[in-house]
């Protein structure tokens, strides 16, 4: 079964909506969980690494204060992607990883933003 | 700079032949690296990875081949079923610490394809 929950599974909204995506770890904590988004026909591109009770690390180019993380406890990740706009449209994915650095990330089955 | 790249977008197999996916890495820091299958709409799913102290690691019709001097593996899916219909992204973690120690980089994927 899934060790990641992600929800919900799609959004369609207008533009200027702020969309919140919830990323719970089933069954384990996770103190570190990661936001993926893909593009169509893309890779995953790490947008951030979410860390339980401290601020999230963001890659270079992803705009903090437009997906804002907030790592509540040790099994539950949100990204709230503010004042979306058509350019958000997206697929969001977030993983945690396994108890050991040896062990997979497991993926939650991603969220399709659509931006009208 | 694509540091895991897959350089076939796409890949047609006949059922119960082999399937070869090919994956090339440029970041010699990589001691790790992951096979997930990902359907569409879904989040990815963990396949098979390997140690970088390896060469080959097997799980049932799944095999990856690791070539350290190359910076290339590859994932043999033999005998190819039509299920194995999927897209394919290899992904390779750094040697680190902390969080970073999780984090991984993802090729853009192959689709497979396994015709009947």
């Known amino acids: 079964g899934a060790v990641v929950s992600q929800h919900p599974s799609w959004v369609i909204c207008k533009s200027g909506t702020s969309v919140k995506i919830e990323c719970r770890s089933l069954d384990f904590q996770a103190t570190t969980m990661f936001w993926y988004r893909q593009f169509p026909k893309q890779s995953l591109m790490l947008m951030a690494t979410s860390n339980e009770g401290s601020k999230a690390t963001y890659e270079q180019g992803v705009e903090k204060d437009k997906f804002l993380i907030n790592h509540a406890s040790l099994t539950l990740s949100t990204l709230t992607v503010t004042s979306a706009h058509p350019e958000d449209s997206s697929f969001y994915i977030c993983?945690?990883?396994?108890?050991?650095?040896?062990?997979?990330?497991?993926f939650g089955d991603g969220t399709r933003l659509s931006i009208l | 700079d694509q540091q895991v790249k897959q350089n076939s977008p796409s890949l047609s197999v006949q059922e119960g032949r082999i399937s070869i996916l090919n994956c090339d890495y440029t970041n010699s820091m990589f001691d790790y690296f992951l096979w997930y299958k990902k359907y569409p709409a879904e989040g990815p799913t963990f396949l098979i990875s390997?140690?970088?102290?390896?060469d080959k690691n097997e799980d049932g019709r799944f095999t990856v081949f690791l070539n350290k001097s190359a910076k290339h593996l590859s994932l043999h899916i033999v005998p190819s079923q039509p299920g194995d219909s999927a897209v394919y992204f290899c992904a390779a973690r750094e040697v680190g610490s902390g969080a970073g120690s999780y984090q991984l980089t993802f090729g853009k994927g192959t689709k497979l394809s396994v015709i009947p």
């Open positions: 390997i140690s970088s102290i390896k």
């Open positions: 993983s945690a990883p396994g108890h050991h650095s040896n062990q997979p990330q497991h």
